[in-house]
């Protein structure tokens, strides 16, 4: 069995990734079950320049077309709610959603490299009451500039240790040296594997064990196969992640990474 947690869908910025090309792509390609968050949410492009009103979806919006996406496969696919660090709380009606859709809702997601705001600022309070009033993991990004980098994301889990939090990337873009360290650090923090190199997951499984890492690809970033190839047409990471890493590690901790330790954190039922 594999569980992707960290799948998308949505069409902004220069991303259009479409759900039909996400469950095709798992269908092609092995993948049970993913969980994904809409990236129409972003709130500042890769240069940090603010997204126009018009082209950014408001949060509930969004989530209420994530939510109808995902009930169109609820078997395959999974919500985690793209929150807006930086222009928006939760209020009523959003809290309603969730509570209301809490069988194909599995965390939330943070983004802040997209949101310029950092995971352990004031502004990600509000989503951290209804992290803990439902029980849903936080998923972040991290990676890419200062405010994203992992030490915010330990310092949020630190203050908050009745959430579970996962850092995506493990430091997008580094050797992942400082994210490899704090996953060590608090039993609530863990890491993904979406663009990470197979080196830093054995490092992760040799110092910590098999519980701390999860299968994430930001499947189908690079179009629907994504999983084979990458966007200059050279073999996929997740090429290795599928063939070469089991006999690196052990059956056990193979199926830790590729599917139990997402069972287990954010409650799939499979």
Not at 56 to 80: C, F, H, M, Y
Not at 226 to 235: E, S
């Amino acid at each position: 069995m594999i569980i992707d947690s960290h799948a998308h869908i949505g069409k902004i910025l220069k991303f259009n990734m479409k759900t039909n090309e996400l469950l095709y792509s798992m269908e092609k390609y092995g993948v049970d079950f993913s969980l994904f968050s809409n990236i129409e949410g972003a709130e500042f492009s890769h240069s940090g320049i603010k997204v126009p009103f018009f082209l950014t979806k408001k949060q509930n919006k969004l989530l209420k077309n994530s939510i109808a996406e995902a009930r169109k496969a609820p078997d395959k696919l999974g919500v985690l709610v793209w929150c807006k660090l930086h222009s928006e709380s939760p209020d009523n009606e959003f809290r309603q959603l969730i509570k209301d859709n809490r069988d194909i809702i599995y965390g939330l997601k943070f983004h802040p490299f997209h949101s310029l705001t950092s995971p352990d600022s004031d502004n990600a309070e509000p989503f951290y009451e209804l992290a803990e009033e439902f029980n849903l993991p936080v998923v972040s990004h991290t990676g890419g500039c200062e405010l994203a980098m992992s030490e915010h994301l330990y310092r949020a889990a630190e203050k908050h240790p009745d959430i579970n939090f996962v850092m995506v990337h493990m430091d997008l873009g580094t050797d992942n040296r400082d994210a490899l360290e704090y996953l060590g650090m608090l039993p609530n923090l863990y890491g993904d594997t979406t663009w990470v190199p197979i080196k830093t997951t054995v490092e992760a499984i040799r110092r910590y064990g098999s519980k701390k890492m999860l299968f994430g690809t930001d499947n189908p970033i690079d179009g629907k196969d994504t999983l084979l190839t990458n966007k200059t047409g050279d073999r996929s990471i997740y090429q290795e992640y599928f063939n070469e890493l089991r006999d690196m590690i052990t059956p056990d901790e193979y199926d830790d990474l590729m599917y139990r330790n997402a069972q287990k954190l954010f409650g799939i039922k499979m």
